[in-house]
């Protein structure tokens, strides 16, 4: 069965860091991308970040919202993604889901979701 | 690519036909997906290249058009049914979701 489990969401003051984690679990996690999508309390989906695999070059991709301030990496032989989030911002509050990416670009499994709250 | 879902919410009973529209500003051949979102939970996969139904997903569920116009139908509506639904290119970046439908109880 796949599973992607987020974690580290929290409350953080404007300005702050937090670093979320996404473990995977059921499926060959080094030949999928791994991207990350948000929702802010009562709003739609919003794509947030992209990081593709080995045969990639573990290339990604942010969304103009996050970009130079949110960092993806990986680390396959631990089947994980980090999204590193820094000079977090109100606006990021947000529910963030980790997905796993089809062959075919779309989104097949979802994780739970961690939640992330910036307020001061 | 912006996505415009409509409506943005409808009320239906169970056994309607519903249909949700979503037209893209751009031309996206068939790289569009649907996804359902239940209240406090993640969204799931539904419909993908338009038209193609993912494994396990009840045959009610169906999805069509190409180009810049695509519709979402359930014929014969369940109450498990009741839910968010969202389109999504994957054509070019950013990815891009509609604003959702919300599919409320009559």
């Known amino acids: 069965e796949v599973q992607l489990v987020e974690s580290g969401g929290g409350l953080v003051q404007p300005g702050g860091s937090l670093r979320l984690s996404c473990a995977a679990s059921?499926?060959?996690?080094?030949?999928?991308?791994i991207d990350w999508v948000r929702q802010a309390p009562g709003k739609g989906l919003e794509w947030v970040g992209r990081?593709?695999?080995?045969?990639?070059?573990?290339?990604?991709q942010y969304a103009a919202s996050v970009q130079g301030r949110f960092t993806l990496s990986r680390d396959d032989s631990k089947n994980s993604v980090i999204l590193q989030m820094n000079s977090l911002e109100t606006e990021d509050t947000a529910m963030y889901y980790c997905?796993?990416?089809?062959?075919?670009?779309?989104?097949?499994?979802w994780g739970q979701g961690t939640q992330v709250t910036v307020s001061s | 690519i912006q996505l415009t879902q409509s409506p943005s919410s409808l009320s239906a009973s169970v056994g309607d036909r519903v249909s949700i529209t979503c037209r893209a500003s751009?031309?996206?051949?068939?790289?569009l997906a649907w996804y359902q979102q239940k209240p406090e939970k993640a969204p799931e996969l539904l419909i993908y290249?338009?038209?193609t139904l993912r494994s396990g997903v009840p045959s009610r569920f169906s999805g069509s058009g190409s180009g810049t116009d695509f519709t979402l139908t359930i014929s014969g509506l369940q109450p498990e049914d009741f839910a968010t639904y969202y389109c999504?290119?994957?054509?070019?970046?950013?990815?891009?979701f509609g604003g959702g439908t919300k599919v409320e109880i009559k």
């Open positions: 059921g499926f060959t996690f080094s030949d999928h991308y």
């Open positions: 751009q031309a996206l051949t068939t790289t």
């Open positions: 997905i796993r990416v089809s062959s075919s670009f779309f989104f097949d499994s």
């Open positions: 990081i593709r695999k080995k045969a990639n070059d573990y290339s990604t």
């Open positions: 999504q290119q994957v054509k070019s970046f950013p990815v891009t």
């Open positions: 290249a338009a038209s």
